[in-house]
């Protein structure tokens, strides 16, 4: 087990990382800290108290955590450590769910069942038993804990987004999508295979099937939100979501995703891009350029509604991450019109006495002022 940083380490960890100190590090960008409320991270908080370490210790006041791994007596400790708790909710993530439940598997424009891209089998997002069973889940979670908000996680049609190379099928094209376009636009599908099916819809009709899928995934925030409000009326609903501007792999956030940042703007309190800078193949500074992008592009005023808290990349994989690098993303991460900042992962930066040190320092820069 390694050590907590001791306190020489902490004081170079310090001056390293003062803006301007090092040549090869940009000026830092331009933080509110006067608003800003979140200093995250993301993951187990065991991974820091089974090393004796309590948050805010670390100057940490926020847990986003997989809603599975919470349990009555983490939410106690963050309770006496004054942290908020917020769960990170699986939305359309459908493996281990179609294996028992087939009419859930999402359908691609060859007819075939979608297949797993690494991590994450998208589900069918229009398979009613599904929704139903996503939904309860969250309402008993909702029931069963004192959540300070849900993170909804893998909200998008079957893809992968998190590569240098990313995974875009065009989904999905099973029966009950079918139908279902067909009553949202009143265009009547001929009968067809499923495979000439969706060659005809996407060279006649791309543009209003474009547009009927985002709003099926800004139908499953609106759901979403509603329950929280029902049971939990205080408590946030916030996005994780990928990063990708308009254009990028020829709009595909949009045409493939289906994230429509008009569409859901109005109806989610915190957006958390995934600037996983390392896994998608960027440099440190497209993390300040895409949250500078980002701001701009929804209008967003720091500590306004929508508000923008980012995750950004500190675990060491494909490529390892630096505690240089992890701090000039947390910076990046913080700037523009960011309210709150968060890293992926936990373990990650707890098995790092240096990364660890970077953390503390910066979100220790992070803490209005009275």
């Known amino acids: 087990m390694k050590a907590f940083p001791s306190t020489l380490t902490l004081i170079l960890v310090g001056l390293f990382f003062l803006p301007g100190r090092n040549s090869g590090q940009e000026k830092s960008p331009s933080i509110n800290a006067?608003?800003?409320?979140?200093?995250?991270?993301?993951?187990?908080?065991?991974?820091?108290?089974?090393?004796?370490?309590?948050?805010?210790?670390?100057?940490?006041?926020?847990?986003?955590v997989n809603w599975k791994a919470i349990n009555e007596k983490m939410m106690e400790r963050a309770g006496n450590e004054g942290l908020k708790v917020f769960a990170e909710f699986p939305a359309l993530n459908g493996k281990g769910y179609v294996d028992k439940h087939p009419e859930a598997w999402a359908i691609d424009s060859y007819g075939k069942k979608v297949e797993s891209a690494s991590w994450f089998l998208g589900?069918?997002?229009?398979?009613?038993?599904?929704?139903?069973?996503?939904?309860?889940?969250?309402?008993?979670?909702?029931?069963?804990?004192?959540?300070?908000?849900?993170?909804?996680?893998?909200?998008?049609?079957?893809a992968q987004f998190e590569e240098p190379e990313p995974i875009l099928p065009e989904t999905c094209f099973c029966e009950k999508c079918i139908r279902a376009f067909e009553s949202a636009t009143s265009i009547d599908v001929p009968?067809?295979?499923?495979?000439?099916?969706?060659?005809?819809?996407l060279t006649r009709h791309d543009s209003k099937w474009r547009d009927w899928r985002c709003s099926v995934i800004a139908g499953w925030v609106t759901e979403t939100r509603k329950i929280i409000k029902e049971e939990r009326p205080?408590?946030?609903?916030?996005?994780?979501?990928?990063?990708?501007n308009d254009t990028e792999f020829n709009g595909a956030r949009r045409r493939i995703l289906g994230l429509d940042y008009d569409m859901l703007k109005d109806i989610t309190d915190v957006f958390s891009p995934m600037v996983y800078h390392g896994r998608m193949g960027r440099e440190a500074?497209?993390?300040?350029?895409?949250?500078?992008?980002f701001c701009t592009r929804l209008k967003i005023k720091s500590g306004e509604f929508p508000k923008v808290w980012p995750i950004v990349q500190a675990y060491d994989d494909p490529k390892v991450v630096s505690a240089e690098e992890f701090g000039m993303v947390l910076r990046y991460g913080a700037g523009a019109g960011s309210t709150g900042i968060m890293m992926f992962?936990?373990?990650?930066?707890?098995?790092?006495?240096?990364?660890?040190?970077?953390?503390?320092?910066?979100?220790?820069?992070?803490?209005?002022?009275?």
């Open 345 to 370: 992962t936990s373990d990650a930066v707890a098995e790092n006495p240096i990364k660890t040190g970077v953390m503390k320092k910066i979100y220790s820069e992070l803490i209005p002022r009275e």
């Open 34 to 64: 006067e608003k800003f409320e979140i200093r995250g991270i993301y993951g187990s908080p065991n991974a820091f108290w089974n090393k004796g370490i309590s948050l805010n210790q670390l100057n940490v006041n926020a847990v986003f």
């Open 285 to 293: 500074r497209w993390v300040k350029e895409n949250i500078e992008w």
């Open 234 to 244: 205080d408590a946030l609903l916030g996005i994780y979501h990928c990063p990708w």
């Open 123 to 158: 589900v069918c997002p229009t398979e009613p038993r599904f929704r139903e069973y996503r939904m309860n889940e969250l309402r008993v979670l909702l029931q069963k804990f004192d959540l300070d908000g849900i993170w909804m996680d893998y909200l998008h049609w079957h």
């Open 191 to 201: 009968d067809f295979s499923t495979a000439d099916q969706a060659a005809w819809i």
